[in-house]
């Protein structure tokens, strides 16, 4: 990862903190993007300084700024890590037009808006575009009908750009993450415990067993494979839809 500039959204927390840390430690110099400037000064301090820029990606010009931000912090854009993005679970009766206009505007609309700006510099760097979209981008559920929808816009976007790819020589692919450890997921685990009455380490085994997983990863799973797509030898890979998900993904 040396000499090469890496753009990871999402960074301030979760699985994009992880992908950014663990990028940085490879020698890669990291933008680190996020709504928290807070959080995302403490991300700096574990990745070698790495730029902050606190800017909200659902607006329109966010793409635009980033990458402004980052040819004058660095000069140059050879990785685009579009990891921002949580979508509303619940009802599809309750969910508002608001909640599905928000889920797309981050997700899906922030990783269109900013891989379409930095992709000239991309193409220039013949660099590399990660999306990292969800499981439930293959396999909706009821209560995840926004985020399932997103994420499955994000593996077509995925297919779409690795095709232009090709002609342009930017590798492009997607991560699909299943259940991980992060502070979204420690929600999830702490209605499992009050619905069942149990500690958090029995609801972890009471979810495990329900989802039908071999286990919850952690964020430094993703980011572990982020890095090694972003390796020479990863370069084969363009255009895959990779699950990593402890085997919640049931269909081919």
Not at 105 to 113: E, H, N, Q, S
Not at 203 to 211: G, P
Request: charged share 20%; net charge neutral; proline share 3%.
């Amino acid at each position: 990862m040396n000499g090469r500039v890496a753009i990871v959204t999402g960074a301030s927390r979760g699985i994009g903190h992880a992908i950014a840390v663990k990028l940085a430690s490879q020698g890669a110099s990291l933008v680190l993007c996020g709504r928290d400037e807070k959080l995302l000064a403490e991300a700096s301090a574990k990745t070698n300084g790495g730029h902050v820029v606190a800017y909200d990606l659902r607006l329109p010009d966010a793409g635009q700024h980033v990458v402004k931000e980052a040819l004058q912090a660095f000069g140059q854009i050879d990785i685009v890590v579009n990891n921002a993005g949580a979508t509303k679970r619940g009802d599809f009766e309750t969910l508002t037009e608001e909640d599905w206009m928000d889920g797309y505007a981050l997700k899906m609309f922030g990783a269109v808006r900013l891989t379409r700006a930095a992709w000239p510099h991309l193409r220039a760097r013949k660099g590399a575009v990660v999306m990292i979209s969800g499981s439930g981008g293959r396999t909706p559920g009821p209560q995840f009908t926004i985020g399932g929808s997103v994420n499955a816009a994000l593996l077509s976007f995925t297919k779409a750009l690795a095709e232009l790819g090709i002609t342009d020589g930017v590798q492009v692919n997607c991560v699909n993450p299943g259940p991980v450890k992060t502070a979204r997921f420690d929600k999830r685990l702490a209605a499992v415990a009050a619905a069942h009455g149990v500690d958090t380490d029995e609801a972890l085994r009471i979810f495990i067993r329900e989802e039908k997983i071999m286990q919850v990863g952690e964020p430094e799973d993703i980011a572990a494979l982020v890095a090694f797509i972003l390796s020479p030898h990863g370069r084969y890979l363009h255009g895959s839809l990779i699950d990593a998900d402890g085997g919640s993904t049931k269909t081919v």
